[in-house]
């Protein structure tokens, strides 16, 4: 990460979602650390949903579908459904990222991970992990 421009991860995170009941199904995302983090020296770049800003800290990530697999169709919801340097926060409480109401069989999101740093940010290699989970409706 460097100051003076908006990073993103490479490669991009992506997972395929099968569901065969008729009320489709959930994948939420999950934070450990509410941002990402460094533990010498302690300290977090705190995710939240922004517009990244080369320059200023902030932290997200954003998602898409393909068209991949078969069956109903992925809904990626307002918070995550974004493009460019717009990204939705995460939290260390499960949420919503992408959800069908039908069944669906190796659909794909895509979640790309974006973060800035400002010139006082400390100098560390910052982690962060991230859980996400697969429910049926």
Do not use: W
Not at 5 to 13: C, D, E, L, M, R
Not at 129 to 136: E, K, L, N, R, V
């Amino acid at each position: 990460l460097t100051s003076g421009s908006i990073s993103t991860g490479s490669p991009n995170a992506s997972t395929t979602m099968s569901c065969n009941t008729g009320n489709g199904c959930t994948l939420n995302v999950q934070d450990a650390n509410t941002g990402i983090a460094t533990t010498s020296p302690a300290y977090t770049v705190a995710s939240a949903d922004a517009t990244l800003s080369a320059g200023t800290e902030g932290y997200g990530i954003f998602a898409s579908t393909t068209a991949v697999g078969s069956g109903g169709t992925l809904k990626i919801p307002a918070k995550f459904d974004k493009t460019g340097n717009n990204v939705g926060g995460l939290t260390t409480s499960a949420v919503l990222i992408a959800s069908s109401t039908a069944s669906v069989s190796n659909r794909e999101i895509v979640v790309t991970h974006k973060a800035a740093i400002s010139g006082t940010t400390q100098a560390a290699a910052y982690v962060d992990t991230i859980t996400y989970s697969c429910t049926a409706n």
